[in-house]
């Protein structure tokens, strides 16, 4: 079967058929483990300057029966390659929805919301507020508490689309954040004209923002911009006391990284944040 030469011979790469073939069964896995509900949640905390809990983000995690727990960056893109992200979103929203009627009744008494992330794919689906409202209904959960966590990309997609969508579900009460802020494609007229409530700063400007002038510049801007625009704003990927200290003397509200906890199980981060008896 080798006939054709170098440029053939490259087709039978048995490296590429393994990953070709790697890829189709995880392809098959992760429809079997939709069906069989190998998917969970977990939520790492938010918190503001005094550390105390403001809310959550819910991280979709796969309790694979082979593998282990495997972290969405092993399986996102490829769901969003083959389209099982649109039911594995719902789901997320689902699950999500009923956690948050749970946080609702239970020791969590202050203000908190939940943030979901919505991949451009699954915003774009023409009955994208229908679920969401949808899942809201069925738990009973309050749509005050949910924000949605949206990405720049989808700013390079019809963006009259995107406000009218975005405008009927904060109609409702449901908030919107952008995520990773700053590192994709993002005009600043656009911005102004999204009903959103919240920016989130890339992890990538906190790594260094000590050492890295450019970075700390960059965090600058993006806190004065959202003063102006009246924008709350979440700083990711918090690890160390350094970093906390330099954010909050740049005048960041809220926090969000290892330092303050990890994604874990929901009972976790409620025993993590227990007001004391
Ligand atoms: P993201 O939305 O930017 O989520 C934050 C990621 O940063 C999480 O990774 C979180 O564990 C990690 N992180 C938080 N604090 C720190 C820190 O202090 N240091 C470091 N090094 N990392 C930190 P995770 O859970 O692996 O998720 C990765 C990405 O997968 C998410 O990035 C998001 O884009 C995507 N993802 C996760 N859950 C969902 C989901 O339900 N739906 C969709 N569409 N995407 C999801
Ligand atoms: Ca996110
Ligand atoms: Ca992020
Ligand atoms: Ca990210």
Redesign the pocket.
């Given at each position: 079967a080798k006939a054709g030469g170098r440029n053939t011979v490259r087709f039978f790469d048995p490296d590429m058929q393994a990953a070709v073939s790697a890829r189709s069964e995880l392809e098959s896995d992760l429809r079997h483990g939709l069906q069989h509900g190998e998917f969970l949640l977990h939520y790492q905390p938010v918190v503001d300057s005094a550390g105390r809990l403001l809310g959550a983000?819910a991280l979709v995690r796969w309790q694979h029966p082979r593998r282990g727990l495997v972290p969405p960056s092993e399986f996102i893109p490829l769901a969003e390659q083959t389209g099982l992200i649109l039911p594995l979103g719902r789901w997320v929203l689902e699950a999500a929805c009923r956690q948050l009627v749970v946080w609702a009744q239970s020791a969590v008494t202050r203000p908190f919301f939940l943030?979901v992330?919505v991949s451009v794919r699954q915003f774009r689906q023409p009955e994208f507020a229908e679920q969401v409202l949808g899942a809201l209904q069925a738990s009973g959960a309050n749509p005050e508490r949910l924000k949605l966590?949206l990405t720049e990309s989808l700013m390079a997609t019809d963006v009259e689309e995107v406000i009218q969508r975005m405008e009927q579900l904060r109609e409702r009460g449901v908030g919107f954040s952008l995520?990773d802020f700053g590192t994709g494609y993002s005009s600043l007229s656009y911005l102004k004209r999204l009903p959103l409530e919240q920016l989130?700063i890339d992890r990538g400007f906190v790594r260094d923002v000590l050492a890295d002038a450019n970075d700390a510049a960059i965090v600058r801007t993006i806190l004065a911009l959202a003063q102006s625009l009246d924008l709350q704003v979440v700083a990711e990927g918090v690890e160390t006391t350094g970093q906390l200290e330099f954010l909050r003397r740049l005048g960041c509200p809220a926090f969000q990284g290892y330092l303050f906890g990890r994604p874990v199980p929901a009972t976790v981060l409620e025993r993590a944040f227990r007001p004391a008896p």
């Open positions: 983000e943030s992330n966590e995520d989130k």
